[in-house]
C-alpha cells in the first residue's frame, strides 16, 4: 500500500465541488423479464440489502467521517429538492423487492434529523418481498435524538436499530464526535430502543489506534451490565471510505487484536454467521451475558459474499461502499419511466457488478489516487 496522506493534507486539498458525485441516467434494456427474485451480479452474489440514505446532513462531526475542517458551515449541502421523496423512496424500495432484496436499512447523514421519518418507515413496512414475506426494516444512527423517537420508530414498523458509540468515556466521546455532544444522551437513546422492543439493538464501535481503543473493555463491560443479551456490542476496523478522513493504516487496529483484549477480560466462543453476507464475526461471552462482533473490512474483507447495494440521498446506486461513480435512478423515477423499466434498469446495472475493493486494497487497482475520488461515507451511509 502506498504512503498515505498525513489527516491535514488529506482534509484541505479537497474542493468541495469534488464531493459530489455525477452519474448518467442508467440504460433501459428492452424486453428484459420481469423480476424473479434471482438477480445476481458477475461474481454470483444476490441482491439481498438496500441502503438507503435519507439525509446527506449530520449534527456530529466525527473525524473518520465528517471532518470539521471539511464540513464547516460554509459546505453546501444538498437542497430539499434535490432529496428523493418518501414515496420516491418507497417506489425505488418495490423494485429491489422484486429482484430479492429482503432487508432494507435506512441511513445518512444522521437518518433521524429527515423529518416524519416514522412516515416513511410506514410506507416501507407496506412493501413485500418477491415471495409475499415482510421486509427487514431497520435504521443506523448516532443515537443523539433516539430517546424521543424510539417508541414512534417502533410503532410505525421500524424492526431494529443500530446505534454508534464510539466510547464510553465523555471526554473521548465528545471529541471524537467534536461538537460536544453528551455520551449520557446516547446510552439514553439505547435504553429507549431496548424498552421500545427495537431489540437485540446493534451497537457500533469504530477503533482507531491511539485514539479511543483503550475504551474497547470499558464499553464491552457496560453493555454487558446494562444490557445484558438485549444490545449486541460491534467493532469495527477504522476504514479508507471517501478521501476526507485522513485515513492511515497504523491507526487501524486489528479486529483480532481488538478481540484478544476482549479475551484477556472475558471468555469467548465463536458463533456461526446468523445470515448470508453477514459482516460481522459473531462471538459471545461463555457466561451468557450476550455477544458481540467483528468487522474487519481491511485486514479480513468480505467482498466475496456481498450483498448490498447503496441508494444516495438524491437517488444515485451505488454498488460498493468504496465507490467512486454512481449510477441515476431518480432520473428514472421522475423521467416518466415505468416500474417494469426502473427494474430493468437495476438489474442490468446489478449484472455487472464485479466490486471487490476491500479484496483490491493496496494494489494498483485499488490505490488512493488511481481513478475518480471515492464516495464520503455521509452521503451514503455506512
Given amino acids: ?27 433501459v434494456p428492452r424486453d428484459a423479464p420481469p423480476p424473479n427474485g434471482l438477480l445476481s451480479d458477475r461474481l454470483g452474489r444476490p441482491l439481498r440489502d438496500l441502503r438507503i440514505s435519507v439525509t446527506d446532513r449530520c449534527n456530529f462531526r466525527c473525524s473518520y467521517c465528517m471532518p470539521k475542517e471539511v464540513f464547516d458551515r460554509h459546505y453546501a449541502f444538498l437542497p430539499q ?118 431489540s437485540p439493538v446493534k451497537v457500533n464501535m469504530v477503533v482507531k489506534r491511539g485514539t479511543n481503543d483503550h475504551e474497547i473493555v470499558p464499553l464491552a463491560r457496560h453493555v454487558r451490565e446494562r444490557w445484558g443479551a438485549a444490545v449486541v456490542l460491534r467493532f469495527i476496523e477504522y476504514m ?34 446468523s445470515a448470508a453476507g453477514e459482516t460481522a464475526e459473531r462471538w459471545r461471552y461463555a457466561d451468557g451475558r450476550g455477544e458481540v462482533g467483528f468487522i474487519s473490512s481491511v485486514t479480513q474483507a468480505f467482498c466475496g459474499d456481498c450483498n448490498r447495494a ?31 423499466e426502473i427494474a430493468a434498469a437495476i438489474g442490468l446495472i446489478w449484472q455487472q457488478r464485479d466490486d471487490r475493493y476491500s479484496e483490491l486494497r493496496g494494489s494498483a487497482l485499488a490505490e488512493p489516487g488511481s481513478g475518480q475520488r471515492r464516495i464520503e461515507m455521509h452521503y451514503i451511509g455506512g
Avoid at 17 to 23: C, G, P, T, V, W
Avoid at 95 to 111: D, I, N, Q, S, Y
Avoid at 240 to 260: C, F, I, K, Q, T
Fill in 240 to 273: 479508507d471510505v471517501g478521501a476526507s478522513n485522513g485515513w492511515r493504516m497504523d491507526e487501524v487496529l486489528p479486529s483480532a487484536d481488538v478481540r484478544a483484549r476482549l479475551a484477556a477480560a472475558f471468555a469467548l466462543e465463536p458463533l456461526p454467521p
Fill in 81 to 198: 429538492a434535490s432529496l428523493l421523496s418518501f414515496e420516491e423512496i418507497t417506489r425505488t424500495a418495490a423494485v429491489f423487492a422484486a429482484h430479492g432484496t429482503t432487508k432494507l436499512r435506512l441511513t445518512g447523514g444522521e437518518p433521524l434529523l429527515r423529518r416524519h421519518l416514522h412516515v416513511l418507515i410506514e410506507q416501507l413496512s407496506a412493501l413485500r418481498g418477491h415471495e409475499g414475506q415482510p421486509l427487514d426494516i431497520t435504521l443506523t444512527t448516532n443515537g443523539s435524538l433516539l430517546a424521543r423517537q424510539a417508541g414512534a420508530l417502533r410503532a410505525a414498523g421500524l424492526k431494529r436499530v443500530t446505534v454508534s458509540l464510539d466510547a464510553l468515556d465523555d471526554n473521548v466521546f465528545q471529541r471524537m464526535n467534536d461538537v460536544g455532544f453528551p455520551v449520557a444522551d446516547v446510552l439514553e437513546g439505547i435504553d429507549a430502543a431496548v424498552h421500545a422492543g427495537l
Fill in 310 to 340: 447503496r441508494l444516495s440521498t438524491e437517488g444515485k446506486l451505488f454498488l460498493c461502499l468504496f465507490a467512486s461513480e454512481g449510477h441515476d435512478l431518480r432520473a428514472l423515477l421522475r423521467g416518466g419511466a415505468s416500474d417494469a
Fill in 1 to 27: 500500500m502506498g504512503e498515505a496522506a498525513s489527516p491535514l493534507q488529506a482534509r484541505t486539498v479537497i474542493p468541495l465541488a469534488d464531493l459530489r458525485y455525477a452519474a448518467q441516467r442508467p440504460p
